[in-house]
Structures are given as C-alpha cells and as structure tokens.
C-alpha cells in the first residue's frame, strides 16, 4: 500500500495540534503525521510528543531554535525521504489548510508530481484577511508570474502533494530561501525540470486560534529571489524540459 506522510512546521500551535491530530487520523485515507517544531516557548513540543506516544502514526522532529518555515520543511522531508514514504504533504498547523482536502489532493496526485491546494484558481477563496493581505498575495502571484513564467494561479500555496519522486529530484541542500519565496523556488525547481504540477481549489482560511509568523523580511525575501530564479532558468521564461507524465 502506498504510505502517505503529512509534514506540518509548527511554532506555537498548542492550541491547535491535539484537534489537528484528531482531524487527520479520523481521514478515511491513512497517513502518518511528522510534526517539525522549533522548541516552541508555549509547550507545542511536548504536547506532540505526548500525541506521538499515544498515536503510532504520529512522528515529532525537535529542532533547538525558530529557524523558519522553509529550513523546518527541508528537515521534514530529508525525513520522509530516508523512510518509506511515497506522497509527502506540506500543510499549515494552524487549519488555514483544511484537514479534508487531503484525500482531494492525493487523489489528483496520481496523475502528478506535484499538487497545489490553490487558493486563487477559478476564483478568490480566502476567508477573514484583511483586504490588504489577500492584495499583497495576488500581487505576489502576479509579479512572480510575469518575471518567471510560471503558469500557476497560486505559486505561493503552502498546501502541496509531492510525489517522491518530485522531492528526490530537487536538491534539498541547494533550496534557500525560507517563508513566502520557499514556496515559489520549489515550485521553480520542479516546473523548470518538466514536472507535471497541477492546481486544485481549496479554501483557505485565516487563523482563529495562536498567532501570526508573518514578517516583513518575507516580502523582501520573496522580490529578490524571484529574480534569482529566473537566472538560474538561463533567464528563460519557460521550462528547460517540457513536461512529462507524472513518474
Ligand atoms: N517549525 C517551525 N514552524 C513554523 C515557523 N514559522 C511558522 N511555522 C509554522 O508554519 C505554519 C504556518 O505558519 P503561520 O504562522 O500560519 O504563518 P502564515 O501562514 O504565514 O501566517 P498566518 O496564517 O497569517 O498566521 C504554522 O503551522 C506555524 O506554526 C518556524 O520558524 N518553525
Ligand atoms: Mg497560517
């Protein structure tokens, strides 16, 4: 049977990790859950590994200090690379990712490498930002697809689907960046090798409980590795593959 693994960054999030565990274990398919904490200050760690004693399904990595979001992703999936697993998700901790997409994304992972929980495909669905959040996200979307060439509604979607495969292909040493542009150079990464990357709606919804990690160094993270990206491509606005079938 293929051995899906959910990894989920967490800081600060004991509010939310017991009813997310609960959540993801009740899914009608079977997936195992790597949360990746940075030592949060308000127990998170403590409260997943108590989680993890209970539930065998249920992993903890412990890393000493916030580190951001992209380094604590890296760890998770050098995880899921050097176990068993052959669909690895990123998911938030705090259910702007709603728990219930998850069979919708691996369903469509069968016919890709990499699938995106896509907030803007066909539409806007994001509940309960301020109108000046969800405008620094569209403009984001916009500019990175008109330097890159990126074809993708949502490239800065951190509810994704990846196949082994997709995450073997990448070096995982060579990613850099860390919040808002991790997301765009993995996206990169794959689209410029030809990987079939498919966009599926879902909603997206604010935070209601623990707080917010977003800074303004993420902004200015993201306008200056987009850049680097499309140097890296050979400054082409296209793939240097064309597209395969998933494999
Ligand atoms: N391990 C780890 N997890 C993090 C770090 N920063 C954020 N996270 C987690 O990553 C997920 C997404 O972070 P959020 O704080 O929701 O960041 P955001 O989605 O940009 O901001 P809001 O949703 O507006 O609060 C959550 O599960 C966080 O707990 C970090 O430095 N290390
Ligand atoms: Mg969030």
Redesign the pocket.
Known sequence: MKKTLIV??????RE?LPRMVQRLLSLPVAVDLLV???N?PDG?GKIADELAAKHPNVHVLH?QE????G??YIAGFKWALAKDYDFVFE????F?HNPDDVPILLEAAKDADVVIGSRYIGGIRIIN?PLS?LMLSKSAATYVSIITGMPFADPTA?YKCFRRSALEAINLDEVRS???SFQIELHHKLWRQGKKIVEIPIIFT??AQ?????AGN?VSEAIVMVWRLWFQNGCRRKPRKSSTTAS
């Open positions: 989920m960054p967490t800081y600060n999030e939310n990746v904490d940075d949060s998170t890393r916030k580190n951001g979001l380094r604590a998911m938030d901790g705090d702007s930002w959040r951190g860390n919040g808002y604010e935070r623990g707080h917010s990690k977003m993420i």
